[in-house]
């Protein structure tokens, strides 16, 4: 147990740090990442919190005898996306997670 000075401090900087990524992750939830695949002909948007908010497919690639080619490009545009969203995630959230002692272990804090 931390004693009460100790204590407060530190849950002083938790509720600060937790306060930052709340509005971190609001900020990220309004920023659109666009990523494509098969050199643009399949495109997804997606925010900065990993929602695919749209999907847009080149009529060329819309092709019966192509339907293999066009999942793969789906699923490696929307891997690319989910990546990239969780990335910009990180970055933006490394910023504020200093603010904990090392070794400080709170379960729960972030779910």
């Not at 690639?61 to 990180?90: C, F, G, I, Y």
Request: aromatic letters at 0%; charged letters at 25%.
């Amino acid at each position: 147990m931390l004693s009460g000075a100790l204590g407060g401090m530190v849950m002083k900087q938790v509720q600060k740090m937790q306060e930052d990524i709340g509005r971190i992750e609001k900020e990220l939830d309004g920023e659109r990442i666009e990523v494509s695949s098969g050199g643009g002909m399949v495109k997804v948007t997606i925010t900065g919190m990993g929602e695919i908010l749209g999907l847009t497919i080149d009529p060329v690639v819309v092709d019966p005898q192509e339907v293999e080619m066009l999942q793969d490009l789906l699923v490696t545009a929307v891997r690319e996306s989910l990546r990239k969203a969780q990335e910009v995630h990180n970055e933006r959230l490394r910023g504020v997670m200093p603010a904990l002692p090392p070794g400080l272990n709170l379960p729960g804090l972030f779910g």
